[in-house]
Every structure is written in C-alpha cells, then in structure tokens.
T-cell receptor, first 111, second 111 residues
Framework: NAGVTQTPKFRVLKTGQSMTLLCAQDMNHEYMYWYRQDPGMGLRLIHY???????AKGEVPDGYNVSRLKKQNFLLGLESAAPSQTSVYFCASSWEHYEQYFGPGTRLTVT | LAKTTQPISMDSYEGQEVNITCSHN???????ITWYQQFPSQGPRFIIQ???TKVTNEVASLFIPADRKSSTLSLPRVSLSDTAVYYC????????????FGTGTQLKVEL
C-alpha cells in the first residue's frame, strides 16, 4: 500500500497562475482533507470531503476549490495564485474524523 | 469550536518520561481527543486517540480526566528520535469541519 500520495512535491507559481494539487489514497477511506501549514504554525483545514462527489469548506477555504470525482482522489485547485498562498499543503484521509493518514506534503511558493 | 492550548516547547533527556498537557475547556460531548506527531518536512502521524479515562498503546498513554477539559499525552522513556512537534486535536467523531490543529508542542530530547 502506498498510503496517501501527493503530486507534485514542489511547485513555484507566479501570482495569478493556476494549478491543481492531486491527492490519492489506496486505503478505501471515505473522508479526505486538504490542510495548509505555514511556518511555525499548526495545520489549518481548507476543504474536506466525506465521500465521493461531496465536498465541504473548512476553516480557510477562500481562494481554493476542490473536487472528489473518484473516492480515491481529492483535488485542490488554486484558480489565481497569490503570495499569501505560499505554504506547505498536506492531504489526509481517514475513516470518519478519527485516525488521519497524511501525505508527504506539497511545498508551494507563489512569487 | 474546541480550541486547544498546549505549551509551546518542552525539553527532556533520553530515558525520561515526558508528559504534554493539552487544555480544551470547550470540548463538546461527542468530541474525541487525538494526538499527532510531526517531524520536519513530513506530514503528521497519528499517535493515540481517546474519549475518556486512560488509553494506552505501544508508544504512548493518554490520560483524560472526568471533566474532559484537558488531556495529557505521556511518552515513556523518550529517545532522541522522539524530538518532534506534538499536536492535540479535538474533533467531533461523526463529521463536521471542526478540525483545527493548534500550534503544537516542540519537544526536544537531548542525551
């Protein structure tokens, strides 16, 4: 089992550019999450999904969109990147809101 | 939202027991308490979860008093490899967007 994988690992964007981060899990988990972590800070929930075809807003959803077309994949999109979105993005999956399994993270820099 | 408060940092020596306390005064009836460990440049990793009283697994113990307004993660006989950031997370068991990690506790273990 690969667990939770994230693509890409690193990315540099210019302000205004768009991109999509891909998260994949092979544990058949219903719940998936996207977090961001800024330097010296804890994780903040951006969006989450409780099943295929469903998404919901977390604590800091502005500037991001998500889609869960397949149970194993959860996509995070930035339509118009801003420097404030420079961060490390973590994806996670779980059975309900219990033990979450995290991916290795994507380090995004917006210049 | 069950906000959590933890010490910013703790220092210990190899072989000692370390206790990290998390305060969560506004915990709701159906909230669970979960602890995660995070190493630099990695996603958090699940340590232990509990609802009340005491829970023990192969790596840690979790003590929760009757009023559930705090919890204590106990790491027996720490080693250098336990140097990491530890997060306390209080979240509803059945769903919702109340998944906020605090700033965590930086544990430093020395020889």
């Amino acid at each position: 089992n690969a667990g939770v994988t994230q693509t890409p690992k690193f990315r540099v964007l210019k302000t205004g550019q768009s991109m999509t981060l891909l998260c994949a899990q092979d544990m058949n988990h219903e719940y998936m999450y996207w977090y961001r972590q800024d330097p010296g800070m804890g994780l903040r929930l951006i969006h989450y999904s409780v099943g295929e075809g469903t998404t919901a807003k977390g604590e800091v959803p502005d500037g991001y969109n998500v889609s869960r077309l397949k149970k194993q994949n959860f996509l995070l999109g930035l339509e118009s990147a801003a420097p404030s979105q420079t961060s490390v993005y973590f994806c996670a999956s779980s059975w309900e809101h219990y033990e979450q399994y995290f991916g290795p993270g994507t380090r995004l820099t917006v210049t | 939202l069950a906000k959590t408060t933890q010490p910013i940092s703790m220092d210990s020596y190899e072989g000692q027991e370390v206790n990290i306390t998390c305060s969560h005064n506004n915990i709701a009836t159906n909230d669970y308490i979960t602890w995660y460990q995070q190493f630099p440049s990695q996603g958090p990793r699940f340590i232990i979860q509990g609802y009340k009283t005491k829970v023990t697994n192969e790596v840690a113990s979790l003590f929760i008093p009757a009023d559930r307004k705090s919890s204590t993660l106990s790491l027996p006989r720490v080693s250098l490899s336990d140097t990491a950031v530890y997060y306390c997370l209080v979240a509803k068991g059945g769903g919702g967007n109340k998944l906020t990690f605090g700033t965590g506790t930086q544990l430093k273990v020395e020889l």
